[in-house]
């Protein structure tokens, strides 16, 4: 795909966003939610007031170290399983299946572990995204070609020397795609998180929104999460792929 | 041969790959490779031919016998001065070509000065020079082969494995890439060991020849070509090149056709 009909597949799932926005807003009308243009006004409004950055803040912190607890986490878990296949045929399995369970029902223990408040947001942000990084560093390393490691052996690469030229770079544009993913879901988790028990952040004011009625509130908050949510998944799909055109 | 040292010596060498079904891909081997020497290998695919470079090159343990590269036992690891060209594509797909050749050099913490001279030289000696920033996503598999023989290349080893180097090129351009192999030999007096399935290639480019059976590999012929050191592809047209590479095919003839199931 090009550039230029990147940009037109872009504008045009825009539009089509938008009639459907402007559509279900005919429909189901002011008490479920506001429309478009209003929203907008009403969002970048929003965005001026100290009372949201206050609140927007706190999710960005939770989700900041909850992006880099799985990545690190993850990227460790991932090359470690890989490295040692009986570890990694035990682990893959199990954390594909934990992968699928939906982790609201994880929630009640990582409160009763963590507590209300910003660690257990964090926690449960983690607890989204990081399965999947350490699944696809995991199925990188399995999947690296083994000429490569028998190359950097013919080159008397030592063990820490591999790892580091050889391995990490191999898996890199894997790890890439795996981070991507679970950037996505730590921001769902952390949002969720908020949602239930937290007095603070945006996941808060999306549900105090609803509790209260204040349809304008709840709409224009989503919105600039979603434009949050879509601009940087762009941006680390667009590092994505130029990692993977190298190789 | 005779006032030459054996630069690489073989006795007894067998290859079994464990598991339930225990391949016994190779040997008995007994071999003594000279120093300087230019030894080919041909054999029916399958035959064990990239086993043998395998554990002469210490990449594989063999099952039993021994191996020495200069005097020195071969376990466990390559010897420094072995380098090594796989028969699949080796090259690193997130490095540029010239950070490929690169590559040996700086991790033995070469001053950047000298590698860069000495990778300029292997790249334009391989006719990469006007492809030194690309990706090897970007060439195709006859470069990249050539990308991993300059990244041997550089590290000056005294002896050079190839496992099917040419397999990916078309008939012209593997005589001309033998040639570049032949002067490449000359220049460096390095001992090579290639392993090809073209007789003619191997014909044209030892001093020796050996004629491999089907698994378990082991040599059922050893040819002498009597070239002078100063060869090249034009040999093809000597009368003797015609001798040789029937010898090769009858002693291969037999074995070939077992190969394919009908021995
Ligand atoms: N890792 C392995 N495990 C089991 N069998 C193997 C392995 N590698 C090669 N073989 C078997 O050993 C035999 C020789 O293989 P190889 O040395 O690659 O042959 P060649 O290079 O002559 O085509 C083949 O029958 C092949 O299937
Ligand atoms: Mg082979």
Redesign the pocket.
């Known amino acids: 795909m090009t550039r230029r009909e990147g940009l037109l597949d872009g504008t045009l799932i825009l539009l089509a966003m938008l009639a459907v926005w402007q559509a279900l807003y005919q429909y189901a009308g002011s008490a479920a939610l506001t429309p478009p243009w209003a929203t907008a006004r009403y969002a970048v409004e929003l965005l001026g007031t100290p009372t949201f950055w206050g609140h927007a803040t706190q999710t960005l912190s939770a989700f900041a170290w909850s992006v880099a607890i799985s990545a690190v986490l993850g990227i460790a878990l991932g090359l470690w399983f890989g490295a040692f296949r009986f570890a990694g045929d035990v682990a893959e399995p199990m954390l594909a299946s934990l992968y699928t369970i939906p982790k609201v029902t994880l929630y009640p223990v990582m409160l009763l572990l963590f507590g209300l408040g910003p660690s257990a947001k964090i926690a449960f942000g983690v607890i989204h995204g990081m399965i999947p990084v350490v699944l696809f560093t995991l199925g990188a390393v399995k999947n690296i070609r083994p000429v490569l490691l028998r190359a950097a052996r013919s080159l008397r690469l030592s063990p820490m020397q591999t790892a580091r030229f050889v391995l990490v770079p191999a898996v890199l544009p894997e790890i890439a795609s795996g981070l991507r993913v679970g950037f996505s879901l730590c921001l769902l988790g952390v949002l969720i998180g908020e949602m239930f028990a937290s007095q603070r952040g945006i996941g808060f004011l999306i549900i105090n929104g609803i509790n209260s009625h204040n349809v304008k509130l709840t709409t224009a908050v989503t919105l600039i999460v979603i434009v949050f949510a879509v601009g940087a998944n762009s941006a680390l799909l667009a590092l994505d792929r130029r990692l993977h055109h190298r190789g | 041969m005779t006032e030459t040292a054996a630069h690489a010596v073989l006795r007894g060498v067998t290859r079994v ?1 464990p ?1 339930t079904s225990q ?1 016994h ?1 190779l040997g008995p081997i007994d071999l003594d490779i000279a120093k300087g020497e230019f030894f080919s290998v041909v ?1 029916p ?7 043998l470079l395998d554990v002469l090159a210490g990449l594989n343990p063999p099952t039993a016998g021994t191996i020495a590269f200069e005097g020195e036992p071969v376990a466990g690891s390559v010897p420094d001065g072995v380098g090594v060209v796989f028969q699949e594509d080796a090259s690193f797909p997130w490095l540029t070509v010239r950070d490929n050749v690169a590559f040996g050099l700086r991790r033995l913490g070469m001053d950047a000065a000298e590698v860069t001279r000495r990778v300029d030289y292997a790249v334009g000696f391989m006719g990469l020079a006007d492809f030194a920033g690309a990706y090897p996503a970007q060439l195709s598999g006859g470069m990249r082969q050539r990308v991993c023989i300059a990244r041997t290349l550089v590290l000056q080893p005294r002896l050079i494995l190839l496992d099917e180097p040419f397999g990916a090129l078309d008939q012209q351009t593997r005589l001309l890439m033998g040639d570049e192999l032949l002067r490449l030999w000359r220049e460096t007096g390095a001992t090579v060991l290639l392993i090809t399935h073209a007789l003619d290639e191997a014909a044209m480019l030892s001093d020796r020849v050996g004629v491999m059976s089907s ?1 378990p ?1 082991r040599f059922i012929d050893l040819v002498e070509t009597g070239w002078p050191r100063d060869r090249d592809s034009r040999i093809v047209s000597d009368a003797a090149f015609g001798a040789i590479t029937a010898r090769l095919w009858s002693s291969l003839r037999t074995e070939s056709m077992k190969a394919i199931g009908r021995g």
Request: aromatic fraction near 8%.
């Open positions: 790959y598991g391949v891909a054999g695919s399958g035959c064990g031919k990239s086993t698994r590999g």
